[in-house]
C-alpha cells in the first residue's frame, strides 16, 4: 500500500518539446486516480515518469512518501499495463505473469503459488499453457492485467488499457478493473482520454490539458463544477452548451441580443448541460432559471432519451430529453434551465 | 487470386516442372556421371543412366581422393570445410545480432555513425578487399589455420542490418515491459529478443552456411597446406590437370559430396527458414 506523490514535474523531450508544464497531484493510498484529458496533453508522459520509463525533468515524483526520481522502474515496485498488452510473444500465459517474479528471485513454488491465484481471480487458468496470440483481445487483457497483479505491487499503472477493446467488452472490463482495485486495495493511476471510463473509474479524478492539470477532484464535484470551460466541454457527453455572452448598455446578453438579466458580474460564457436544459412549450421558466426561445432543428432519438438540436439566442443548444421527443424538426419551442445548473465563465474561461 | 480452371492447373505446373527439370537436370548429369567409370566419358557423348562403379568411385574420393592430382581425401576437406563454414555462420550471427542490439538499443555517442561504418563495409567484401586482408592475415600468422580460413569473413553488414530492421519492429512497449518486469539488458536481450529472433537466426544460419561453404578464392589464397584445404577448391584442383584428362567420374563424385552438407542443412532447417521468411511474428 502506498501514495504516490508528485510536485510540480515537469517534463521536456529531446529538442525542447515541453510535454508536461509542471503538475502536481496526490493520489491516497488504494484510491484510483484518473488522467484524463485529449491526445496529446502529456497523460502517458506523466504516467510514464511514475514508472521510471521517462526521466523527469524537473519536480518530484515520490512513491510511498520516498522520491524515487533516480530509481528504476523495477526497484520502483509498480505494476504497468499497457495499451497494447506488450506480453511475450514467445512465452506462455504463465510464464508471460511469472516473468517478473523470477527476476527478482522468487523461489519456484512460491511463483506457481501466486500465479495460479491470480489466474483464478483473472479466470485464466484454462490459459495458463497457451501462447499470447492464441488469445482473444480480451483475454490478452486479462493477461496483461495478471502480470501487473500477479506482482502485488505498490501502485497499478494503466495506459489506456481498454482502448483495444471492443464497445462492449471495455464496459465489461471496466467494472472489473474497478472491482479487482477495491478488493485489491492498491492505489492507481489510470490514463485514459475516454471521460465515461474517467467518469465511473475514478476515485480522484485529475483533467489535463496541453501538459497542466486543470482540475482535480472527486468526478461528480468537477461534473457538477468544472473549473473551466476545457472542463465542463471534456467531461460529459454530449459536452455541456456554451453560450458567449456579450455587455451592452442593458446587461449581458446572447450574440442575437437576448438579454440574460442572471448573468453575475464578469461572466462573459454561459453554460448548460444538454441533461440539465428541457424544452417547454409556453413559458413555464422557473424563478430566475433561463428561457430563451428557440426552433428545434433536429432530432436524435436513441432509445431511452432524446437529443433535440435547437437554434436560440443565435447558437446550437443541444437538449437532451428522457424517452421520446415531445417536439418535431420545425417546432418553436423555449429552452428552459432551472437557475442552480448554470453555468458562468469568464473570459479567460475559468468558472466565476 | 488466379481462378481454379483445369487448364490453369496444368499450365502453372507444366511450368514448375519444366522448371524443376532444367533446375535438377545438371545435378542429374552430375550423379551419373559419379556412377560410371572411367571411359565413359572419352566418346564425348555423355550417357544418361546409371553406370555400375558407384561404389567404387566414392570409397576412392572418400577414403584416399586423388593423390596423383594433389588433391587430399575428401573426407578431411569436407571436415575442413564443415569447421569453416559453421564458424562463419555463427561468428557472423553472434556478431551481428550483438553489433544490431547495440545500435538499436543502447544511446551512445557516434551510434549513428557506427551503424554507418558498418553500413559502408557492404561495399566492400571479400575479393574487393583481398590484398590486404590477405597481408593482415599473413602478418597475423594465421595463414593455413582454421582461424585465418574464417576470421576475416565473419564481419557482417548484410547481417548486422538485417536484425537491425528486425529489431526495429519489435514494440516499445515490450521493451518497456521488460524493464517494468526487472530484466536488464542483457535479460532482456537473453529471454525476449534472442527467442523472438529465432526464425531470422535460422534463416540466416542457412544462407550464411551454404556462404561459407562455398568460399573459394579465400581459402585457395590462404591455404598452401593440403591439411587445411576446402572442398571447394579441392574440386577445383582436381578438375584442373596438366597433362591428362580430368576424371570426371571422381570429380563428380566429390562435387555430389560435396553438395550433401548445404542440402542438409536447408532439409533440417527448412520449417524454420521458410518460417523466418514468410512470419513476421510479433
Ligand atoms: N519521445 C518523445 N519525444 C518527443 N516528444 C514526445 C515524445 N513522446 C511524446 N512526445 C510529445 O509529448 C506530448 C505528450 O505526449 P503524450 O504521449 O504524453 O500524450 P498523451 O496525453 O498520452 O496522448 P494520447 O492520448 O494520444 O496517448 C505530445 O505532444 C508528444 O508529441
Ligand atoms: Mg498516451
Redesign the pocket.
Known amino acids: 500500500m502506498a501514495t504516490v506523490d508528485l510536485k510540480d514535474v515537469k517534463k521536456t523531450?529531446?529538442?525542447n518539446?515541453v510535454?508536461v508544464k509542471g503538475v502536481s497531484i496526490a493520489v491516497p493510498d488504494g484510491q484510483l486516480c484518473v488522467l484524463v484529458?485529449p491526445?496529446?496533453?502529456?497523460?502517458?508522459?506523466l504516467l510514464r515518469m511514475i514508472a521510471g520509463l521517462e526521466t523527469i525533468t524537473d519536480g518530484t515524483v515520490s512513491i510511498d512518501g520516498k522520491v524515487v526520481n533516480t530509481i528504476g522502474p523495477a526497484e520502483r515496485d509498480i505494476a504497468m499495463v499497457f495499451q497494447n498488452y506488450a506480453l511475450y510473444p514467445h512465452m506462455k500465459v504463465y510464464d508471460n505473469m511469472a516473468y517478473g517474479l523470477r527476476n527478482r528471485g522468487m523461489g519456484k513454488d512460491e511463483i506457481d503459488k501466486r500465479v495460479r491465484e491470480t489466474a483464478k481471480i483473472l479466470e485464466l487458468g484454462a490459459l495458463l499453457e497457451r501462447r499470447p496470440r492464441e488469445l482473444s483481445g480480451g483475454q490478452r487483457q486479462r493477461v496483461a492485467m495478471g502480470r501487473a497483479i500477479v506482482r502485488s505491487p505498490k501502485v497499478f499503472l494503466f495506459d489506456?488499457p481498454l482502448s483495444n477493446l471492443d464497445a462492449k467488452l471495455r464496459g465489461q472490463m471496466r467494472v472489473e478493473i474497478k472491482n479487482l482495485q477495491r478488493t485489491l486495495g492498491v492505489t492507481s493511476v489510470y490514463?485514459t482520454?475516454d471521460q465515461l471510463e474517467a467518469m465511473t473509474l475514478a476515485d480522484v479524478l485529475v483533467v489535463m490539458n496541453g501538459g497542466l492539470v486543470e482540475q482535480v477532484g472527486n468526478p461528480l464535484d468537477i461534473y457538477e463544477k468544472p473549473a473551466s470551460t476545457f472542463v465542463a466541454s471534456f467531461i460529459g457527453a454530449p459536452p455541456m452548451n456554451l453560450l458567449p455572452l456579450t455587455d451592452s448598455a442593458n446587461g449581458a446578453t446572447l450574440s442575437d441580443g437576448t438579454a440574460v438579466p442572471q448573468a453575475p458580474k464578469g461572466a462573459a460564457i454561459l453554460g448548460v448541460r444538454p441533461e440539465d436544459a428541457d424544452v417547454a412549450v409556453g413559458a413555464a421558466a422557473s424563478a430566475g432559471g433561463l428561457s430563451l426561445p428557440a426552433t428545434v432543428e433536429g432530432v436524435e432519438p436513441v432509445g431511452a432519451e432524446s437529443f433535440l438540436y435547437c437554434a436560440a439566442g443565435g447558437q446550437k443548444i443541444i437538449v437532451r430529453v428522457s424517452g421520446r421527443s415531445p417536439a418535431n424538426p420545425g417546432d418553436t419551442l423555449k429552452v428552459v434551465a432551472k437557475a442552480e445548473k448554470l453555468h458562468w465563465f469568464d473570459t479567460a474561461g475559468k468558472r466565476v | 487470386m488466379v481462378e481454379n480452371r483445369p487448364f490453369l492447373t496444368f499450365l502453372t505446373h507444366l511450368t514448375l516442372i519444366l522448371g524443376v527439370l532444367i533446375v535438377a537436370f545438371p545435378v542429374y548429369v552430375a550423379f551419373i556421371a559419379s556412377t560410371r567409370g572411367e571411359a565413359d566419358f572419352l566418346s564425348g557423348v555423355m550417357p544418361l543412366m546409371p553406370g555400375p562403379h558407384t561404389l567404387e568411385n566414392y570409397s576412392i574420393m572418400l577414403e584416399s581422393g586423388m593423390t596423383s592430382y594433389g588433391a587430399p581425401p575428401i573426407a578431411p576437406m569436407m571436415f575442413n570445410s564443415l569447421v569453416m563454414a559453421l564458424s562463419i555462420a555463427i561468428g557472423k550471427i553472434a556478431i551481428s545480432i550483438l553489433s544490431a542490439y547495440a545500435i538499436v538499443y543502447f544511446r551512445f555517442p557516434f551510434r549513428m555513425l557506427a551503424f554507418w561504418a558498418i553500413f559502408v563495409t557492404l561495399m566492400l567484401p571479400v575479393e574487393v578487399r583481398i590484398f590486404p586482408t590477405f597481408e593482415v592475415v599473413a602478418n597475423l600468422g594465421m595463414l593455413n589455420s582454421y582461424a585465418g580460413l574464417s576470421i576475416p569473413l565473419i564481419a557482417s553488414a548484410t547481417a548486422t542490418f538485417l536484425f537491425r530492421q528486425f529489431f526495429l519492429t519489435v514494440p516499445d512497449e515490450l521493451v518497456e515491459a521488460a524493464r517494468v518486469d526487472g530484466a536488464g539488458p542483457l535479460k532482456f536481450f537473453r529471454d525476449i529478443l534472442l527467442p523472438l529472433s529465432r526464425t531470422n537466426i535460422a534463416a540466416l544460419f542457412v544462407i550464411l552456411f551454404i556462404y561459407g561453404w562455398n568460399q573459394y578464392l579465400w581459402p585457395l589464397l590462404i591455404t598452401t597446406d593440403t591439411q587445411y584445404y576446402t572442398i571447394v577448391m579441392g574440386i577445383k584442383r582436381m578438375a584442373v590437370v596438366a597433362d591428362a584428362d580430368p576424371k570426371w567420374n571422381l570429380v563428380m563424385a566429390a562435387v555430389i559430396l560435396a553438395a550433401l552438407p548445404p542440402v542438409l542443412v536447408i532439409l533440417f532447417m527448412q520449417r524454420l527458414f521458410i518460417k523466418g521468411l514468410v512470419e513476421t511474428e510479433k
Not at chain 1, 491526445?39 to 508522459?45: E, L
Open positions: 523531450y529531446a529538442g518539446v510535454a484529458g491526445s496529446g496533453c502529456g497523460k502517458s508522459t489506456e490514463v482520454h
